[in-house]
């Protein structure tokens, strides 16, 4: 898919996603708190998907994903560092399915032993195996399982695209709303909606400046990989963009913004003290974006979605130190 024929998902395409996902992972909370405005100076609207089985939005776009799937395949491969890893385990058991998960050598031990415990086979790539979705692929062709690949299914943003339904149904005035890039499903889910139900909303994209291969490739209309990453948000360390994911991503977002790790540390400190909420490094990289960028936020009604909280006791002990 190119950049210039790229289109935003159709309101059918997320509708018919929201109908297929568990129920147990839709209308999560829309949260705001006097104090975290106060902070942030601008209002601020939490859309808080950690509360839900697998603790984070990736539920959503991966039963989304299994529940199209026809006809049903005996086995699926991915690459994950948690999170997809953790939804698509679920989602896979509940309908017979065999899965395995290629992790990175970094992944972090918490998210690895979920992922297990869901059902899924796990295994670690060394870097003399090639890279993940590599020998991903090759798996996939060796035991006649499907590759199912984060970003690289219009369903599985689909399925993401459901909470810009739900964000639009609570019937609160948005000028911005703030999303984390990975893959880029989330992204160009809620942008999609957006596009097509709230037009004069912003969409901002957010990015780790450890892990900038989407800002790079969003600025240059082209998937640009990067030799590694560098930062605490798991959930965002892509160094190879899926190139349909980055066409995807210019026709639903508006602009990206950069966080650094510090910022992100910050905005989950400020989210525990203010309202309660424990996220890992990614579900609190939205909230980095508007603390880092007070100015261009102030005084305007934002949301953000806080992804997910897996997190491992090292970065626990760091968020409840500040």
């Known amino acids: 898919m190119d950049a210039q024929a790229a289109l935003p998902l159709t309101t059918q395409q997320i509708l018919a996603a929201r109908a297929a996902i568990d129920p147990v992972f839709l209308d999560s909370p829309v949260m705001s708190h006097g104090a975290l405005d106060e902070a942030l100076g601008c209002a601020c609207l939490l859309k808080v998907e950690t509360l839900n089985p697998i603790r984070s939005f990736k539920g959503r776009g991966t039963e989304a994903v299994m529940a199209a799937l026809d006809p049903r395949p005996a086995a699926v491969v991915a690459t994950s560092s948690g999170n997809f890893g953790q939804g698509l385990a679920r989602a896979a058991a509940r309908r017979g399915i065999a899965v395995t998960i290629l992790a990175p050598a970094w992944a972090n031990p918490l ?39 984060d970003g690289g299914h219009p369903v599985i943003s689909a399925g993401a695209g459901v909470i810009g339904q739900e964000l639009t149904a609570a019937g609160h005035p948005i000028d911005d709303v703030i999303v984390q890039i990975g893959d880029g499903a989330l992204a160009t889910g809620i942008g999609s909606w957006f596009k097509a139900h709230m037009p004069a909303v ?94 261009r936020f102030a005084g305007r009604r934002v949301a953000t979605v806080i992804t997910g909280s897996n997190f491992d006791t090292a970065f626990q002990a760091r968020l409840l130190a500040g």
């Open 111 to 149: 998210k690895l032993e979920a992922m297990r415990r869901l059902g899924a086979t796990v295994r670690q790539a060394g870097p003399e195996e090639g890279a993940g979705k590599d020998l991903a692929r090759r798996i996939a062709a060796e035991t006649g399982a499907l590759f199912v690949e």
């Open 202 to 295: 912003r969409i901002v994209g957010v990015v780790a400046r450890g892990a900038p291969a989407m800002a790079q490739s969003f600025a240059a209309g082209r998937a640009i990989d990067t030799p590694d990453t560098d930062t605490i948000a798991d959930g965002m360390a892509i160094a190879r963009p899926v190139p349909s994911a980055v066409a995807q991503l210019r026709a639903c977002v508006d602009e990206i913004l950069l966080v650094d790790d510090g910022a992100i540390l910050d905005s989950g400190r400020l989210l525990l003290r203010s309202a309660g909420v424990m996220a890992e490094p990614s579900g609190a990289a939205g909230l980095a974006a508007v603390l880092t960028n007070r100015d």
